[in-house]
């Protein structure tokens, strides 16, 4: 998925990809010239089976991330 562009007040020039989504985790490629990082935000539901499928699949954002 394409993200946005922006820049900071020194006009360093960034761009934003979302690697994969879903309603309890976003993770964020995000590059600078020949650089890159990944933000990732998590939410842990209340529910307690959503929460153990979030925690079931955390060990295998290794692949997705390296695979972006």
């Known amino acids: ?3 946005v562009s922006g820049f900071c007040q020194q006009k ?3 761009t934003t990809n ?4 879903t309603s309890q985790y976003v993770i964020i ?3 600078l ?3 890159h990082w990944f933000v990732s935000a998590v939410y842990a539901s209340l529910i307690p089976h959503l929460r153990q499928q979030l925690w079931d699949y955390l060990p295998t954002l290794t ?3 390296q695979g972006a």
Request: charged fraction near 15%; aromatic fraction near 10%.
């Open 33 to 35: 010239g020949g650089n």
């Open 12 to 14: 360093v020039f960034f």
């Open 18 to 21: 979302i690697v994969d989504v």
């Open 1 to 3: 998925m394409q993200g």
């Open 63 to 65: 692949d997705t991330v």
């Open 29 to 31: 490629k995000v590059s």
